[in-house]
């Protein structure tokens, strides 16, 4: 079993940046990635990007690159989300999931692909 908590989301204005926690405990020694979704009212929820655990390769959704950046830091199991340039439609709230398994790109940006999931951080983006 693993326990995921999000911290770091808030209320920032349009333009600004906020940077997402996700710290990890309990069963991450075989963790392969950690993705970061996010859900606004009403819709479903979408992949933001995702990050290796022990090599740090990234992917990322289109309509967040250039603007969103994922990292980790392996000693305090620990992934993070920096959002720069945040717009109006950034607002919603975001999840971090860990993925045991190795998959293809498009696998891996669907829900399904993941199997622990933190109970998420609300950003909100004002005018």
């Known amino acids: 079993q693993v326990q995921l908590v999000e911290s770091g989301g808030g209320l920032v204005q349009a333009g600004g940046s906020l940077r997402l926690s996700c710290a990890a405990s309990g069963r991450t020694f075989t963790i392969y990635a950690m993705g970061w979704f996010r859900q606004a009212p009403g819709t479903e929820r979408e992949f933001v990007g995702a990050?290796?655990?022990?090599?740090?390769?990234?992917y990322y959704a289109d309509f967040v690159k250039g603007r969103f950046t994922i990292s980790r830091d392996n000693a305090k199991n620990t992934v993070y989300l920096q959002m720069n340039s945040l717009k109006l439609e950034d607002t919603a709230v975001y999840y971090c999931?860990?993925?045991?398994?190795?998959?293809?790109?498009?696998?891996?940006?669907?829900?399904?692909?993941?199997?622990?999931w933190g109970q998420g951080t609300q950003v909100t983006v004002s005018s």
């Open positions: 999931a860990a993925d045991y398994r190795p998959r293809r790109i498009g696998a891996a940006q669907t829900v399904e692909a993941y199997d622990y």
């Open positions: 990050i290796t655990w022990s090599g740090g390769v990234t």
